[in-house]
């Protein structure tokens, strides 16, 4: 119930929402004065929302780096969380925006990093075929040579909070001990991190995937930009989320 809960709702907490909200209001009032604050609020929101600049300086505050990894001797397990693929028309899966995540997981595994692979996620939309994700990335891994032994997969999980539960268990019957290599994007993991250690994971910060520009400032992050409403969508989503797990 909490799983379609939480998909009905999110929409209500994207800026998207709130600005299309404000500014369709203001087109149905019939009262001058309310119409003009409505107009108001939502063109603010908008440039507020749509600034590179604001975005980047909040990203880089909210992002985690990745952790200083060992060089003496391999972890045994690199936790790769899934949202990297997609499905197509067909029910065939695909690599989509995220796949920094898979990319960097195999860079883990090949450089000796880790000795084993795990790839945690089954199928996270409302309603859905019997796609499961990391089933899918098990066939892509096997094609990079990847040896079976040391792939591991979860395909179960439909949220982080299941990503961790699931993961927990495989490990654990597979007696890898910790810490673990947790492999997310850099927006995903100070989310990801409360929700493993809450649970009693013993993880290690590997992010990828950074939305948030490097480097100082340029004139471009003052240029109203869609894609930066688009991602603080996708940030407020997990401040949200990360409240939630605070308070339960």
Not at 117 to 143: C, M, P, Y
Not at 218 to 246: C, R
Request: proline letters at 4%; hydrophobic letters at 45%.
């Amino acid at each position: 119930m909490f799983f379609v809960f939480s998909k009905l709702l999110i929409v209500f907490i994207y800026p998207v929402t709130w600005i299309a909200a404000f500014l369709i209001a203001a087109l149905i009032v019939k009262n001058g004065k309310l119409k003009r604050r409505l107009t108001v609020i939502g063109t603010v929101l908008l440039l507020i929302f749509s600034n590179p600049f604001l975005l980047n300086r909040f990203a880089r505050l909210w992002d985690v780096p990745t952790a200083l990894l060992r060089n003496t001797k391999p972890y045994s397990c690199a936790i790769v969380l899934g949202g990297f693929t997609s499905e197509d028309n067909n029910g065939n899966g695909f690599f989509n925006g995220s796949s920094d995540r898979f990319i960097e997981g195999v860079k883990l595994l090949n450089t000796g990093k880790v000795s084993h692979i795990l790839i945690s996620s089954g199928n996270g939309n409302l309603f859905h075929d019997n796609f499961r994700e990391a089933d899918w990335v098990k066939t892509q891994l096997t094609l990079f040579k990847v040896p079976d032994s040391c792939i591991l997969i979860e395909n179960r999980s439909r949220n982080t909070l299941e990503n961790a539960a699931f993961s927990k268990v495989v490990l654990s019957s597979r007696r890898l001990q910790p810490p673990y290599v947790l492999v997310t994007s850099a927006y995903h993991m100070r989310r990801s991190l409360d929700i493993f250690k809450k649970i009693g994971m013993n993880v290690i910060p590997y992010s990828c995937d950074y939305i948030a520009g490097g480097g100082g400032i340029s004139l471009g992050e003052f240029i109203p930009s869609a894609d930066a409403l688009g991602a603080w969508n996708t940030y407020i989503k997990q401040v949200v989320g990360t409240m939630v797990n605070h308070l339960n």
